[in-house]
């Protein structure tokens, strides 16, 4: 069952409505790396920092990430194909207990190496396509660390506009 389905989404709703300003422990880790991971600045430092040891990260467009040395070559790669890739949060983070929701929008231009990475196709050394699109992450945080992170994006339109996937005329 899932986080809103266990909690509701009322819950969720009166929790962010009554500590607007005010982040929680867990809500301050994925600020972070949602900076320092994520952002236009990366920081391969906070995976250490803040990843658990066997992290799952998973989005529809890769194949999932296990573990800091997967989630760090995951990201080194990504950046070397995306130089300019940035995503930053579009609303309020929302927690309940060891849950935080972000709902964000970012992406970037390819303009370094080859990137074979996406479940769909591959692109050649320095397309120049640009992918710009939307998403939801939920996070899962104990102790301070993140032991998972599954986002729902919008796969369909970034890969549309990388030009691996082709609209029907």
Known sequence: MGLLATIGLGALSRRAASSVGVPSQN???????????????????????LAAPDMLL??????????RDDIKAFM???????????????????SEGDYVIGQWEGGGTHTGPAFS??????????????????????LKVKGGKILEEVGLDDGVTALTQLGLLVKRS
Request: aromatic share 16%.
């Open 76 to 94: 080194h790669d990504f950046r070397a194909a995306f130089p300019d890739l940035n995503f930053w949060g579009t609303a309020p983070l929302l």
């Open 27 to 49: 809500e301050a880790v994925v600020g972070r790396w949602f900076t320092e991971f994520w952002g236009k600045t990366y920081n391969p430092a906070v995976i250490d920092a």
């Open 117 to 138: 990475d996406f479940l769909v196709g591959s692109l050649p050394a320095n397309s120049g396509r640009t992918m710009h699109f939307t998403g939801i992450t939920i």
């Open 58 to 67: 998973k989005y529809s467009l890769h194949e999932p990430r296990h573990g």
